[in-house]
Structures are given as structure tokens and as C-alpha cells.
């Protein structure tokens, strides 16, 4: 397999994504279960920034090599939660939107790269760009992927929110099936494409978000 330089780069923004954005994200769960009532991550040490506490080895392969994959999952105890599901829907939310967070500033960030390059053309500036591309494209891929409401993902405890009792009974005693099910169109490639769309998609958004940011580059070059 033929490696060049921009996928060399690529996987490296995986890599810190691997370390340094899933710590942030299942640390963003452990901070709104403590804030809603729940110490469980506390106790388990998951209130922490640290990668050791938080990276998943098959979610890291995941993405590492699909660009879209999971940490291992905060631990909670929902009946602490003063409100059972709007606990839960909460807690699973709190990692989606801090990747959308990340996402959005890795986007200032490509966005005055880009325009410092255009003004000064040079080779270290065009990789710098474009590894903020990859940085805020992973990140905003992380949160339309752990939306998708299948366990364990946290779309399923969003949805969880809005679904009768007997609808999570029956996902809770097929759990596993569904899961190894989602596994296994993950690792044939069967949700790429959709999971492009949306990623380019919320890339389109992120970008339309951030329009201050070209008005004051246009201000200032």
C-alpha cells in the first residue's frame, strides 16, 4: 500500500484525534452526569482528561482507519439522575456537542490558515491547512456518528428520551445483535457514503457558522 504525504498527515490527525478529542468527548459525558446528579464517573476515574481512562481499542482502530469510532463508554448510575431520561439524554448528548465545539474552532483555525496562505504561499502552510481540514472534518464526523441512535452510540440514549418503555425493552434484549449488526456495516464500509454526506454536510454547516470569521479576514488582508 502506497502512502503519500497528505495520508501521512491524515492518519496523524487521527492519531490526535484518538488522544487527544475522544478523552474530550467521554470527559464532556462525566461532566454532565456529575452536574446532573450522578458521581459515578468520579468514582471511576472518568472525570479526567487523561487518554488512558477513555480511549476503546476497537473504537480507536475504527478510527483510525474509517475516520469514525467511539471511546469507551462513561459508566453512569441513572438513578441518581434527578429526571431518569432527560438525565441520560442529556449525558449522551454532552460528547456529540463538545465535538461540534472542537469542530468549530478547529474551523476558525483552517479558515485564517487557509487565508494566511493565499496571501503567502508556502508548503508549511498549505499542510497546516489542511490539517485543520482533516481536525474539524473527523470531529464533526465523530459527532454525526455517535449520533446514529444504535447501541451503544449515544443517539440511542437521545432517542431513549422520546421512546415508550416497551420500544427500550426491546433494544435493551437485542442489544447485542444490533450492535454486532452496526459493527459489521461499519467494517465492510456499507456506511461510508451516508456517513460522508452527512459529514460533508455538517463540514457545509460549520463553515456557514463561522462566516464572521471571513468577515473579519476580508477586513483585515
Given amino acids: 500500500m502506497h502512502f503519500d504525504q497528505a495520508d501521512i498527515l491524515r492518519y496523524g490527525v487521527k492519531l490526535i484525534v484518538i488522544f487527544l478529542v475522544i478523552p474530550v468527548h467521554e470527559f464532556a459525558h462525566?461532566?454532565?452526569a456529575t452536574k446532573l446528579g450522578d458521581d459515578t464517573p468520579t468514582y471511576q476515574g472518568r472525570l479526567t482528561l487523561n487518554p488512558l481512562a477513555h480511549i476503546d481499542p476497537v473504537g480507536a482502530?475504527?478510527?483510525f482507519f474509517t475516520g469514525f469510532g467511539w471511546g469507551r463508554p462513561v459508566q453512569v448510575n441513572p438513578v441518581r439522575f434527578k429526571k431518569y431520561r432527560s438525565g441520560m439524554a442529556l449525558t449522551a448528548a454532552a460528547g456529540p456537542i463538545m465535538n461540534l465545539i472542537v469542530g468549530l474552532?478547529?474551523?476558525v483555525f483552517y479558515k485564517i490558515s487557509e487565508a494566511i496562505y493565499l496571501t503567502n504561499p508556502n508548503e508549511g502552510l498549505y499542510w497546516?491547512?489542511?490539517?485543520?481540514?482533516?481536525?474539524t472534518l473527523i470531529n464533526v464526523g465523530l459527532a454525526a456518528f455517535n449520533l446514529i441512535?444504535?447501541?451503544p452510540l449515544d443517539g440511542s440514549k437521545i432517542l431513549g428520551y422520546f421512546t415508550p418503555a416497551k420500544f427500550d425493552r426491546f433494544i435493551a434484549e437485542n442489544q447485542l445483535y444490533i450492535s454486532l449488526g452496526f459493527l459489521l456495516l461499519l467494517v465492510t464500509g456499507a456506511l461510508d457514503t451516508p456517513l460522508s454526506w452527512v459529514q460533508n454536510g455538517m463540514f457545509w454547516l460549520m463553515d456557514k457558522?463561522?462566516?464572521w470569521v471571513d468577515l473579519i479576514i476580508k477586513a483585515v488582508v
Fill in 61 to 63: 482502530i475504527c478510527i
Fill in 209 to 211: 457558522l463561522t462566516f
Fill in 105 to 107: 474552532i478547529g474551523m
Fill in 128 to 135: 497546516l491547512t489542511l490539517i485543520f481540514s482533516y481536525f
Fill in 149 to 151: 441512535p444504535i447501541p
Fill in 30 to 32: 462525566a461532566w454532565a
